[in-house]
């Protein structure tokens, strides 16, 4: 089979590379990357001398690109590309209506004119919007879109026109909402990775308000487990929700569990001014689970644990983005003010 990756030096995508190819070598990926901030070739380096495995630096609004791209026989299109970071959507929503809409736009037209098996969508369960406070409510495939910031809106707007390609035009598609991942190759600027590289670096954690609320963490391996289950039985036209084992972990648990593996103490935490539109998840696997079989493997703290480890032993990879996502946060605080 042969599979364009969109977004494949990102943190999800090149996790997906990595395991597909390893769970199935006579599959050949293109990945198609424009090489944004996020974007990190380290992340490929022991995929790059693998054959089945091609790099093609480029937009996916590039309609022409695109197209030359897809006349190579493609099969299938897993679509991580896009814009993910809630605050700086803030910052800049232009920059997420042009590539999480226009952009997916761009990709369905070429795969309508191909005929793919398969457009799988990533997408996240921040379209839902939010959870109350004492809630056990949980984000279902049937739950109403209700998103809160400029960067889940343009997620449910592409969520909509993969939708609309499978019935007006009979598109295969799939969609996938999926909650917060975390794991190694995750960019410094995410609540993880950031309050793990802070650690490592003599910096505190930073705590949005008082750290009450809460999410739903998903590890990128079972994440990627669950598309491989989805793109080898899930069915067209479906929707799947992906979460992780543990429901409604608060931000406050989450870093004192961060600080007791690390060896350090509540002392390393400063709490900050809350973010605006600052939202709850939580996400029932039930429909995937029944339907397809897949379940969660990592429960958090063993995949803290993991993705501790991993951050330890590999600084020299996310140095460089670090210093950027810290100038980032400097330059938001300001705006704030």
């Not at 977004?7 to 050949?28: C, V």
């Not at 605050?87 to 999480?100: A, E, G, H």
């Not at 954690?205 to 080898?232: M, P, Q, T």
């Not at 029944?290 to 996310?318: H, R, V």
Request: glycine share 8%.
């Amino acid at each position: 089979m042969k599979i364009l990756i969109t977004g494949g030096l990102g943190f999800i995508g090149s996790n997906f590379i990595r395991y597909w190819l390893q769970q199935h070598p006579n599959d050949e990926i293109i990945n198609l990357d424009k090489v944004t901030y996020a974007a990190n070739f380290k992340s490929m380096v022991d995929v790059e001398s693998n054959l089945n495995y091609s790099f093609v630096r480029g937009d996916i609004g590039d309609a022409q690109l695109v197209d030359k791209i897809m006349a190579q026989g493609i099969e299938t299109i897993v679509h991580f590309a896009a814009e993910s970071h809630v605050d700086r959507s803030i910052d800049d929503p232009s920059l997420f209506v042009k590539t999480n809409v226009l952009g997916t736009y761009v990709l369905l037209n070429a795969a309508a004119k191909y005929g793919v098996k398969r457009f799988h969508h990533i997408s996240t369960d921040e379209v839902f919007g939010s959870i109350d406070f004492g809630s056990k409510k949980q984000f279902s495939e049937n739950t109403p879109y209700d998103p809160s910031s400029p960067y889940s809106a343009s997620k449910a707007s592409s969520d909509h026109l993969v939708r609309s390609f499978y019935k007006t035009f009979g598109l295969p598609i799939t969609i996938s909402n999926c909650s917060n991942n975390y794991g190694p190759y995750q960019h410094p600027e995410k609540m993880i990775p950031r309050s793990i590289t802070n650690l490592l670096t003599g910096q505190k954690i930073k705590v949005y308000g008082k750290g009450l609320n809460f999410r739903d963490w998903l590890h990128v391996e079972d994440h990627c487990s669950a598309i491989e289950a989805i793109l080898l039985k899930g069915k067209i036209g479906e929707t799947y929700c992906v979460g992780g084992l543990k429901k409604g972990t608060s931000n406050i648990d989450l870093v004192k569990t961060i600080l007791e593996i690390m060896g350090k103490t509540e002392k390393d935490i400063e709490y900050v001014a809350d973010r605006p539109a600052h939202d709850n998840y939580a996400v029932s696997w039930d429909k995937i689970s029944k339907e397809l079989g897949w379940k969660p493997k990592y429960d958090l703290e063993s995949g803290l644990e993991q993705t501790i480890k991993w951050y330890t032993e590999n600084q020299d990879w996310y140095q460089d983005t670090k210093r950027e996502a810290e100038e980032f946060y400097i330059k938001l605080n300001k705006i704030k003010k």
